[in-house]
């Protein structure tokens, strides 16, 4: 993002509201279907779900991810694998455990 | 060189500064070489003082119940009440010892003293990326140094739950438990600060032509090292976060349900578990073993190379192994929890992974045993502790395989051979390692050497007193010694025939200790009085070594960027007729 | 010698370094949460009962919140643009805005917490509490710590601008990087705890 012009930059602000608008959307949405009490699984589903695709738009945009380079690619790779592991833990520690 | 030359520089950077004054050169300085001696100076002492705690409890095992001598008085009747070690004490001790070990004597010398010193004039770097970074580092290690310090002071004591605090003990017990998290919690932030800084350093600031594969070793050792500290530490932060808030807020994170404490309810609402703290533990302390052996190998492998004048046998399968052996760590927490119920699938998964994990260690010190092969070793007193690190570390890393296995585990989890286990790999292992790196660096950092018949001396005691303190720990856990007890073991019946190992081992911890006082003698004289060295005493082909000998301050490493042509060890390079290549030497025209 | 690649990019890995330092930061961050949250599923899969998160929590109020702090991230990032665009009049404003949004974002809290604490309902109560009270307000000390740094780029710091206008809008990046990750956590921690 260092070397961007004037003019991307000016491009870039018209992404940045269409992403706003649609973050808006997202949690009205996320909201609404709460207050529906859908059955647990299906509600956890639903809403982590929206929450990932609002929290990529912030990381892709915002963020600048969707052209950043390798090495913050690699090394967010890494983090993302390792975090996957954080979340087998509750399951490693479940599983398997008769209780 | 800037300050030599002001009026050259003028216009290339405007805010020339006047020179610093005393505190911003020697206190709150921002050059990583000042900051590393800081941290070494400052880990130095923890070791000392970690030690010292040591060597006051295997008075109590060897000899239960007995007035101290000479010191037993100064504990004050809260502790050792006419010098006879309280249980409680003795906890304190423990777990301080454990503490202070770890988290402010090794990891502080091996990352922030010798990755701080060492790291970017091996890179060829003017500094750290983040200088201000690099000093907040050390103050926010220093303060947490301190905090836990202070906790022997307050009423109650310090922390006794062990160095690894498990719950539910660790929150119902005495204050110093609180101090001994918001201690951790400095320690941690410092960690984390400054592998941001090392990453980013040896990204960003490697010397023209320094590519990857041109990295020493000990280079390697510390990128993984501090992607170890990065990823893994933030979990122990939040479990930190999360005891503070038990023991503070009163919630039950780690409190079961139900729990009775000498017959009274705990005003707990409970519905916690105190297994989430093993794992979040766990999650940071696996890896964290790797960050104490790292650095180590690191220095062993750059001392070896130097003094075999040998290139590294299998450099690139080494570099693949840590890198692999990073990655590992993070997927073996759970084998340091094999009797709390888990089921056969799960061990099975974990005892998988941690016999995955011993591969490339085996690798790293198999290659590191075969670079000797063929060498013309110079018997150096650095290469002494280097090689002695070889065979320690081992016996450290064989013992740990039956501790991976399951079945093996039920019977010596929690017993003495576990304590054998991990200081065979930090004791004579990495803390031989650190005396190596000691010795080796020393004349960059002085413009000196240490004497060597002190040092061989140092080293000869230290060995033989050293292996006396730890072997017999094998023999006791085989019995079925548990860890952790205030006398040794000595009211257990099935101890009975091993009780006799205490006092020699506590002789030898306190010969141990004696060994050191060479050391401590060649390292304040040799600063003053030891022998005048030149810049690349040992030969080295390292770009430390073309460094001048304590390299100007203010981000003055170098004077003028250095470029590099070659990898690491062209020590007897074949055909040049030379001894060694120095890494940033032009290509002749032959 | 001066340390290379404040400002301009390193050609082989094509970043500054403050822009690899704070990813590594967050990456360390997301470990934290990840720790969290991972210990939240632990104690939620073995509790015997939960609450749902509606049954105790304000959601109009976290619904507000949620506006509030995706409208700051809006407004950080328009102050960088506003940056490389070389208007430093608009920085100010949406650097503002930021912070004030931010603020706003605290008080609304400090309104739900004051709410809370009235009906007697505290950490200890339940493991639900618990984890409501730890996770909002670890969040809650990131917002505190964006808003010194933000504060800092809108007052004293933005001196640099006369003097290094390229390593200004670097340093504001970093910072939006960092609010933005705030602001991601949020996004999960919504859900999570309200409406679940
Ligand atoms: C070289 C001198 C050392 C001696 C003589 C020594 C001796 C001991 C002994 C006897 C124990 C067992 C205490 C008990 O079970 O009650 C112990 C525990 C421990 N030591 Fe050391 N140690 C030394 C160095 C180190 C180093 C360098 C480290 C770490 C880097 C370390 C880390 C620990 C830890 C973590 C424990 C706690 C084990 C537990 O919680 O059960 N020690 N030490
Ligand atoms: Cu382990």
């Known amino acids: 993002m260092e070397t961007a012009s004037a003019e991307s930059v000016r491009k870039h602000v018209r992404v940045y509201v269409t992403v706003f608008v649609a973050l808006m959307a997202l949690t009205l949405i996320t909201v609404t279907i709460s207050t529906l009490h859908l059955q647990p699984a299906a509600a956890i589903i639903v809403a982590l779900c929206i929450a990932a695709l609002k929290a990529s738009l912030?990381?892709?945009?915002?963020?600048?991810?969707?052209?950043?380079?390798?090495?913050?690619?690699?090394?967010?790779?890494?983090t993302v694998v390792l975090f996957l592991v954080l979340m087998v833990l509750p399951v490693s520690h479940f599983a398997d455990r008769g209780l | 060189m800037s300050e030599a030359a002001p009026g050259a520089h003028a216009g290339v950077h405007t805010d020339h500064h006047a020179p610093p004054g005393f505190w911003r050169t020697y206190?709150?300085?921002?050059?990583?070489?000042?900051?590393g001696i800081q941290y070494a100076i400052t880990a130095l002492l923890f070791l000392l003082f970690g030690f010292t705690l040591m060597m006051i409890m295997r008075w109590q095992l060897a000899y239960p119940g007995q007035s101290i001598p000479f010191i037993g008085k100064f504990f004050g009747d809260a502790n050792a009440p006419d010098g006879v070690m309280l249980p409680e004490f003795y906890n304190q001790l423990g777990a301080m010892h454990g503490t202070i070990m770890v988290f402010l004597g090794v990891v502080p010398l091996a990352v922030g003293a010798f990755g701080n010193y060492v790291m970017p004039l091996q890179i060829g770097a003017p500094d750290m990326a983040f200088p201000k970074l690099n000093m907040m580092s050390y103050w926010i290690y220093f303060v947490g140094g301190l905090?836990?310090?202070?906790?022997?002071?307050?009423?109650?004591?310090?922390?006794?739950?062990?160095?690894t605090s498990y719950a539910p003990l660790s929150v119902i017990a005495t204050a110093g438990q609180t101090v001994w998290l918001f201690g951790m919690i400095c320690l941690i932030t410092s960690s984390l600060l400054g592998s941001v800084n090392f990453i980013t350093t040896i990204f960003q600031l490697r010397a023209k032509g320094l590519s990857f594969m041109r990295l020493p070793f000990f280079v390697w050792a510390q990128l993984v090292t501090s992607f170890l500290l990065l990823l893994a530490f933030p979990p122990l932060e939040a479990a930190g976060v999360l005891q503070l808030m038990d023991r503070l807020a009163g919630t039950s994170f780690f409190m079961p349900s139900g729990l009775v404490v000498s017959g009274q309810p705990l005003a707990y609402s409970g519905g916690g578990n105190p297994l989430l703290w093993q794992h979040l533990f766990w999650f940071l302390a696996h890896p964290e073993v790797y960050v104490l052996i790292l650095p180590a190998m690191g220095i062993v492998a750059e001392i070896i190379a130097n003094n075999t004048r040998k290139p590294l046998w299998g450099y690139r399968s080494m570099v693949s192994a840590t890198v692999f052996l990073g990655f590992m760590s993070f997927v073996v927490w759970a084998h340091h929890m094999f009797l709390t119920g888990m089921g056969t699938v799960i061990s099975s998964f974990f005892q998988a992974t941690t016999m995955i994990i011993s591969i490339p260690s085996i690798i790293i010190l198999t290659a590191l045993f075969?670079?000797?092969?063929?060498?013309?070793?110079?018997?150096?007193?650095?290469?002494?502790?280097?090689?002695?690190f070889l065979p320690m570390f081992g016996i450290g890393g064989l013992t740990g395989l039956p501790l991976g296995l399951a079945p093996a585990d039920i019977h010596l989890h929690d017993t003495y051979y576990v304590i054998g286990h991990f200081?065979?790999?930090?004791?004579?292992?990495?803390?031989?390692?650190?005396?190596?790196?000691?010795?080796?660096?020393?004349?960059?950092?002085?413009?000196?050497?240490?004497?060597?018949?002190?040092?061989?001396?140092?080293?000869?005691?230290?060995?033989?007193?050293?292996?006396?303190?730890?072997?017999?720990?094998?023999?006791?856990?085989?019995?079925?010694?548990s860890r952790r007890l205030y006398d040794g073991g000595a009211m257990y019946s099935h101890a009975q025939g091993v009780m006799h190992l205490n006092v020699f081992m506590s002789v030898c911890a306190w010969c141990l200790g004696l060994a050191q006082i060479p050391f401590i003698i060649n390292f304040f004289w040799s600063i003053w009085k030891g022998k005048k060295v030149s810049d690349n005493y040992w030969d080295a082909t390292t770009l430390e070594w073309s460094a001048a000998t304590s390299p100007p301050m203010a981000h003055g490493n170098f004077a003028t960027p250095p470029e590099v042509y070659r990898g690491p060890y062209e020590y007897s390079p074949p055909g040049s007729g030379r001894d060694f290549l120095p890494q940033n030497k032009p290509e002749e025209a032959r | 010698m001066e340390i290379p690649y404040t400002v301009e990019p390193r050609p082989d890995t094509g970043?500054?370094?403050?822009?690899?330092?704070?990813?590594?930061?967050?990456?360390?961050?997301?470990?934290?949460?990840?720790?969290?949250?991972?210990?939240?599923?632990?104690?939620?899969v073995g509790a015997t009962t939960w609450p749902h998160g509606y049954e105790h929590l304000n959601i109009p109020l976290a619904t507000v919140n949620t506006v509030v702090l995706i409208t700051s991230s809006v407004t950080m990032v328009m102050s960088w643009a506003s940056l490389a665009m070389k208007d430093i009049r608009k920085y100010r404003v949406y650097?503002?805005?930021?912070?004030?949004?931010?603020?706003?974002?605290?008080?609304?809290k400090g309104f739900e917490y004051a709410a809370k604490f009235e009906h007697g309902l505290y950490p200890?109560?339940?493991?639900?509490?618990?984890i409501y009270f730890t996770l909002t307000g670890l969040h809650g000390l990131h917002i505190i710590g964006g808003i010194i740094v933000n504060c800092y780029l809108l007052g004293p710091g933005t001196r640099m601008w006369k003097t290094d206008p390229a390593r200004f809008t670097n340093r504001v990046e970093v910072a939006g990087l960092y609010w933005h990750f705030v602001d991601l956590v949020w996004i999960f921690l919504f859900p999570v705890l309200y409406l679940l």
């Open chain 3, 95 to 108: 650097m503002g805005s930021t912070v004030a949004l931010a603020c706003v974002f605290l008080v609304i």
């Open chain 1, 58 to 78: 912030v990381a892709a945009y915002f963020m600048h991810l969707i052209s950043e380079k390798k090495l913050i690619y690699a090394a967010l790779t890494l």
């Open chain 3, 15 to 44: 970043v500054y370094n403050a822009k690899l330092g704070i990813w590594l930061f967050l990456a360390s961050e997301v470990m934290l949460f990840g720790a969290l949250f991972s210990s939240y599923v632990l104690l939620r």
């Open chain 3, 124 to 130: 200890s109560g339940s493991t639900f509490l618990a």
């Open chain 2, 27 to 35: 206190v709150f300085s921002q050059d990583h070489k000042t900051i």
């Open chain 2, 370 to 388: 075969l670079s000797l092969w063929g060498g013309s070793i110079r018997f150096t007193t650095p290469m002494l502790f280097a090689l002695a």
């Open chain 2, 147 to 163: 905090t836990m310090l202070s906790s022997f002071l307050i009423p109650g004591g310090a922390a006794a739950s062990g160095w």
């Open chain 2, 423 to 481: 200081h065979y790999v930090v004791a004579p292992g990495t803390l031989f390692a650190l005396f190596a790196g000691l010795y080796y660096w020393f004349p960059k950092v002085t413009g000196r050497k240490m004497n060597d018949t002190l040092g061989r001396i140092h080293f000869w005691f230290s060995f033989a007193f050293i292996n006396g303190v730890f072997m017999p720990m094998f023999i006791q856990g085989l019995a079925g010694v």
